[in-house]
Nanobody, 122 residues
Framework: QVQLVESGGGLVQPGGSLRLSCAASGRIFGIYAMGWYRQAPGKQRELVAVITSAGTITYTESVKGRFTISRDNAKSTVYLQLNSLKPEDTAVYYC????????????????WGQGTQVTVSS
């Protein structure tokens, strides 16, 4: 089992920044691909970014150049740096984990956190 706990969400003005963290406990963190998803009110959950155990990164088009995913295996933590935030980035952000990158890319990851709210508003 892997437990995931997100933190770092909050209210920020348009153009602002936040840094989300996802701390993992349980099995060996380094073997897992990690991902961030988000779900806005009334919308389906969508992929934001994925980082594999080897460091290969995938972003959804709408966040390229603004968001950065990274991981610290020594701390069993994955991060999502959110810059140049827009009101349309408002959503609950979820951390996910799976040994298979394809499962993360398709939303079928084995493990999910409870989510952290990000609200972008003036």
């Amino acid at each position: 089992q892997v437990q995931l706990v997100e933190s770092g969400g909050g209210l920020v003005q348009p153009g602002g920044s936040l840094r989300l963290s996802c701390a993992a406990s349980g099995r060996i963190f380094g073997i897992y691909a990690m991902g961030w998803y988000r779900q806005a009110p009334g919308k389906q959950r969508e992929l934001v970014a994925v980082i594999t155990s080897a460091g290969t990164i995938t972003y959804t088009e709408s966040v390229k150049g603004r968001f950065t995913i990274s991981r610290d295996n020594a701390k069993s933590t994955v991060y999502l740096q959110l810059n140049s935030l827009k009101p349309e980035d408002t959503a609950v952000y979820y951390c996910s984990a799976d040994v298979d990158r394809r499962a993360l890319l398709t939303g079928a990851a084995d493990y999910w956190g409870q989510g952290t709210q990000v609200t972008v508003s003036s």
